[in-house]
T-cell receptor, first 112, second 117 residues
Framework: RKEVEQDPGPFNVPEGATVAFNCTYSNSASQSFFWYRQDCRKEPKLLMSVYSSGNEDGRFTAQLNRASQYISLLIRDSKLSDSATYLC?????????????FGQGTTLQVKP | ETGVTQTPRHLVMGMTNKKSLKCEQH?????MYWYKQSAKKPLELMFVYSLEERVENNSVPSRFSPECPNSSHLFLHLHTLQPEDSALYLCASSQETGQGFDNEKLFFGSGTQLSVL
């Protein structure tokens, strides 16, 4: 089983749609969770951290389910500019530096 | 000025060449990383330097040799690479406080797209 698993997609949605991505992780000791966004041929950029209580940033909502070991990202009112690959990132749960594990990414295409 | 700058952006090299990738961070961070991103694969951590000490080396072949002369600069020296080493190489930095959650945010450079012929 992969440490961090995502559906690669692509998810093709029309503008204005609501879309949700899930990500599962295998290490129950993981304590930190993030969503990164990566545009084609560009570097990943932090989109948002994921907190235990869930958190929202504008049209984006992230949630964590520790019991089932998955995190989700919900995008409301999709824009063309949301088209990108969304990377699920999970901490290993150790105290060492460099302890983030990246998922393969889920590709989103928003169509006019 | 971006926080993490990488050069070159693109590199084509033969299997017998020696080249170096350079990374510089302007964020005052204390940890720097090299990642490899191959097509349709997750980012793979190659090397980590924390306070200029190498703290992780993920079984990377010896044809990749990192160097961290100070907390702001990181190099990846390449020699006798193989075609399967063709990938996007990303440098990143972070501020590690040892307190775990939310202190692990990575800031990436724009990457070097490497092609080995």
């Amino acid at each position: 089983r992969k440490e961090v698993e995502q559906d690669p997609g692509p998810f093709n949605v029309p503008e204005g749609a609501t879309v949700a991505f899930n990500c599962t992780y295998s290490n129950s000791a993981s304590q930190s969770f993030f969503w990164y966004r990566q545009d084609c041929r560009k570097e990943p950029k932090l989109l948002m951290s994921v907190y235990s209580s869930g958190n929202e940033d504008g049209r984006f909502t992230a949630q964590l389910n520790r019991a089932s070991q998955y995190i989700s990202l919900l995008i409301r009112d999709s824009k063309l500019s949301d088209s990108a690959t969304y990377l699920c990132v999970v901490g290993r749960g150790s105290s060492n530096t460099g302890k983030l594990i990246f998922g393969q990414g889920t590709t989103l295409q928003v169509k006019p | 000025e971006t926080g993490v700058t990488q050069t070159p952006r693109h590199l084509v090299m033969g299997m017998t060449n020696k080249k170096s990738l350079k990374c510089e961070q302007h964020l005052g961070h204390n940890a720097m990383y090299w990642y490899k991103q191959s097509a349709k694969k997750p980012l793979e951590l190659m090397f980590v330097y924390s306070l200029e000490e190498r703290v992780e080396n993920n079984s990377v072949p010896s044809r990749f040799s990192p160097e961290c002369p100070n907390s702001s600069h990181l190099f990846l020296h390449l020699h006798t690479l193989q075609p399967e080493d063709s990938a996007l190489y990303l440098c990143a930095s972070s501020q590690e406080t040892g307190q775990g959650f939310d202190n692990e945010k990575l800031f990436f450079g724009s990457g070097t797209q490497l092609s080995v012929l």
